[in-house]
T-cell receptor
Framework: GEDVEQSLFLSVREGDSSVINCTYTDSSSTYLYWYKQEPGAGLQLLTYIFSNMDMKQDQRLTVLLNKKDKHLSLRIADTQTGDSAIYFCAENTGTASKLTFGTGTRLQVTL | DAMVIQNPRYQVTQFGKPVTLSCSQTLNHNVMYWYQQKSSQAPKLLFHYYDKDFNNEADTPDNFQSRRPNTSFCFLDIRSPGLGDAAMYLC????????????FGPGTRLLVL
């Protein structure tokens, strides 16, 4: 199957770290992505990780991949109000062009 | 800057009246995709073009068609929009199909009256 699951909502205080989790089921996924979607806007690619990696860091973003458990997470350090958005994880199995998206996690950053 | 452009950003149409959404790209990518995203849902792939080759998803309704006259442009045609077709329509591109990152446009929000 290709179901990708995320928790629906996360609320954090400004300055704290946010951790958004994703569980996927297709073990043949080659790339896993995190996209950000602000209200009424398209999808902005934040970062991605290749399936043979465990961790990738890009400025305030850290992606962790646990292939054994098919678990992907996105950590945002020093979360700002501008980080408020919906975050989608997505997988690309590499066998086709299809991206399968998770259900999306709405991140709310409070002052 | 190289980018994916969608026009218009907002489109209002009447029930049953054909509508066309436009996407263009300056990335010179081979692949262009159309996704439908309904409120509070994940984007759902409708179809994609690899160059001039059209690839339809099995569950995409016949009401949705697409054209790609050249590398830069791709159109989404909705022949007879129903109320259930109101959604955000997202265009994306990628250099190739296998394990390639997709880059998205800002989307067109379609309202059907």
């Amino acid at each position: 199957g290709e179901d990708v699951e995320q928790s629906l909502f996360l609320s954090v205080r400004e300055g704290d770290s946010s951790v958004i989790n994703c569980t996927y089921t297709d073990s043949s996924s080659t790339y896993l992505y995190w996209y950000k979607q602000e209200p009424g806007a398209g999808l902005q690619l934040l970062t991605y990780i290749f399936s043979n990696m465990d961790m990738k860091q890009d400025q305030r973003l850290t992606v962790l991949l646990n292939k054994k458990d098919k678990h992907l997470s996105l950590r945002i350090a020093d979360t700002q109000t501008g980080d408020s958005a919906i975050y989608f994880c997505a997988e690309n199995t590499g066998t086709a062009s299809k991206l399968t998206f998770g259900t999306g996690t709405r991140l709310q950053v409070t002052l | 800057d190289a980018m994916v452009i969608q026009n218009p950003r907002y489109q209002v149409t009447q029930f049953g009246k054909p509508v066309t959404l436009s996407c263009s790209q300056t990335l010179n990518h081979n692949v262009m995709y159309w996704y439908q995203q309904k409120s509070s849902q994940a984007p759902k792939l409708l179809f994609h073009y690899y160059d001039k080759d059209f690839n339809n998803e099995a569950d995409t309704p016949d009401n949705f068609q697409s054209r790609r006259p050249n590398t830069s442009f791709c159109f989404l045609d909705i022949r007879s929009p129903g109320l259930g077709d109101a959604a955000m329509y997202l265009c994306a591109t990628s250099r190739d199909t296998v394990a390639e990152t997709q880059y998205f446009g800002p989307g067109t929000r379609l309202l059907v009256l």
